[in-house]
């Protein structure tokens, strides 16, 4: 739907197991896996549906010039019912996607990256309709991380740096790495 690309995006979609194959049993196996990343890509998609504004009478994507444009919204479009219902899901999608897993942290950084490609907005900076979202986003983020820091810290799962030598850490992360490459 944002590029406007069907056949290229399967193709790029068909792809991702590939590089990743020691994740799809995990993929399959755990249900937190699914959940986070069944509400990452919902909030991808109200964001992406949000951002068009109305939607009612155009396109999802127009194509032009063989380049993918996604409709730019009206001028009143952030006070629309629409624009409001997909604006909500968007922010229920994060929250639920951060409750099952706290990667999902990363979702506002992808909305920077569509407004920048494939949405080409420039109404995203301070005071625009997309700010406004990130910021809520942003500090759901901010509380998420805190929260998770602070229950991995009383279970004894986070050590200082000092406590760890440089030395050990080092060999740990080429061992590491050693093992997801033999795995692949």
């Avoid at 739907?1 to 790029?12: E, F, K, Q, Y």
């Avoid at 755990?30 to 990343?37: A, F, I, P, Q």
């Avoid at 001028?75 to 639920?96: D, E, I, N």
């Avoid at 820091?149 to 986070?158: M, W």
Wanted: charged letters at 15%; aromatic letters at 10%; hydrophobic letters at 50%.
């Amino acid at each position: 739907m944002l590029t406007g690309a069907r056949r290229r995006s399967a193709i790029v979609a068909g792809l991702l197991p590939g590089i990743r194959p020691c994740r799809i049993g995990a993929w399959v196996a755990e249900r937190k896996d699914l959940l986070s990343t069944f509400f990452l890509f919902l909030t991808l998609w109200a964001y992406a549906r949000y951002a068009a504004g109305p939607l009612a009478s155009r396109p999802a994507v127009a194509v032009a010039g063989g380049r993918p444009t996604i409709p730019r919204p009206d001028a009143g479009a952030g006070g629309t019912a629409p624009a409001k219902v997909f604006y909500v899901l968007a922010l229920v999608g994060f929250a639920c996607g951060l409750m099952s897993k706290p990667m999902v942290v990363t979702c506002p950084f992808l909305l920077l990256l569509l407004d920048y490609w494939p949405l080409e907005r420039e109404e995203t900076a301070a005071g625009g309709r997309g700010w406004w979202l990130r910021n809520c986003l942003f500090r759901a983020v901010h509380r998420g991380v805190r929260v998770t820091l602070a229950a991995q810290q009383s279970g004894g799962a986070i050590k200082a740096a000092v406590d760890v030598p440089f030395s050990l850490r080092a060999i740990n992360a080429l061992a590491a790495y050693g093992r997801y490459l033999g795995k692949t």
